[in-house]
Every structure is written in C-alpha cells, then in structure tokens.
C-alpha cells in the first residue's frame, strides 16, 4: 500500500518555462513534508520541506504548496533549467519525526535546453 | 567537511555470505538512517537510529541488523546476502527530525 504518491514517472520542459512536480499522500496523519533531488549515481539532496500548518513554502526558484483537504503537493521550479534535470522524490513523515520518511517512487525531469 | 561517507562503493557477494556496509558522518548529527533503492521503487526505510545506542527498524528491515555505538558511525550488516537484496543503499543523517537529511553517495550491492 503506496502512502506517497508520484504518478508521473517522468516530465519534460523546456528551459525558462516552470516544472511542476507533484506528489499525492493517503496518510492524514503525515504533516511534514520534504522534496529531493536525486542525480544519476549520487545520494538524494535535500530540497525544500513544508509543515502541515502552511500552504506554501518558497526558496530561491523553489516552492512548495501544500493542499491539506486534498493531501496533495506540488513542487514549482521557476524557470527551469537544465541543471534541475534529475529525479525528484517526495517524502513525507509524522509529527515532524523525519527519522521516518516515507518516499514517493520519484519523477524524473528533463528540462531541454 | 566529509559529510556522509559509504564504504564500499560498490560489492558483489555470493548468496549466503555476510558482510558490512560502513556509514560515518563528521557533522555530529544524532539522526542517522539507511535506505534502499530498487529499481521504479522509491527509498525504503531500512533502520535508523536517533543518538549513539538507540537504533529501530524501518519498513524493511529482515535480513538486516545495525547497531550505534558512537555518533558518527552507524554501520549496516547483512547476516546472510540474498538476490532480494540485490540493490543500492544510501545512508544518511541529520541534525535533528525537523531537518533534512545529508545522504552519502550510495554502495551499489550485487548478490548472486
């Protein structure tokens, strides 16, 4: 039983235009949320994270918005650039406790130049 | 800084046979994880620990034991190597649970 949910395997946009990036959950009882970004042969860098108590967080060419009734996310990346290509996986825990992730299967970005 | 550093990188072992994955960090985080990686499946929790001599399991953790006995190392230990574990493990850390976590760069298993 997947908790976090990535649909789209993969997405590709062009270069200046934005990425969206989303992610679905089943568990209510999640209220914190994390995205990485993972390239080919290395570990997965920490992104951008939200709490369950916004709706939005921004950094950079980042944001992330949290819709809670509708236990979905989305990830912005405004504008793209071919540097961003890689995969994105969402993760999610309780009570803030992110020594319990539970991660998203990933998507996988292309931004062409 | 390091980071989180994974020895080995890479390893092939026979069915059967038992070896240890080693993970240390130099940045004094109390929270230290691993994860496997399998192929269209995202990172499952393995065991994590939450300071030096408390350690938990995660989503899957048969076939696997790890142990805490200082803040920078958290090594994982496979008792007896099995195709199904065939996969890549990354480890990794953090400063505290509202934080994110610092992977390594991953140790890419082979079991035959």
């Known amino acids: 039983d997947q908790q976090v949910k990535q649909n789209s395997p993969s997405l590709s946009v062009q270069e200046g235009r934005i990425s969206i990036l989303n992610c679905d959950y089943t568990n209510s009882m999640f209220d914190y949320f994390l995205w990485y970004k993972k390239y080919p042969a290395e570990g997965p860098t920490f992104l951008i994270s939200i709490s369950s108590i916004k709706d939005k967080n921004e950094d950079g060419r980042f944001t992330v918005f949290l819709n809670k009734s509708a236990k979905h996310l989305s990830l912005h990346i405004v504008p793209s650039q071919p540097g961003d290509s890689a995969v994105y996986f969402c993760a999610a825990s309780i009570q803030g406790g992110s020594e319990k992730l539970v991660f998203g299967k990933g998507t996988k970005l292309t931004v062409n130049p | 800084n390091a980071g989180v550093t994974q020895t080995p990188k890479f390893q092939v072992l026979k069915t059967g046979q038992s070896m240890t994955l080693q993970c240390a960090q130099d940045m004094n985080h109390e929270y230290m994880s691993w994860y496997r990686q399998d192929p269209g499946m995202g990172l499952r929790l393995i065991h994590y620990?939450?300071?030096?001599?408390?350690?938990d399991q995660g989503e899957v953790p048969n076939g696997y034991n790890v142990s805490r006995s200082t803040t920078e190392d958290f090594p994982l230990r496979l008792l007896s190597a099995a195709p199904s574990q065939t996969s890549v493990y990354f480890c990794?850390?953090?400063?505290?649970?509202?934080?994110?976590?610092?992977f390594g760069s991953g140790t890419r298993l082979t079991v035959v």
């Open positions: 990794a850390s953090s400063y505290s649970s509202y934080w994110g976590y610092t």
């Open positions: 620990s939450v300071g030096a001599g408390i350690t």
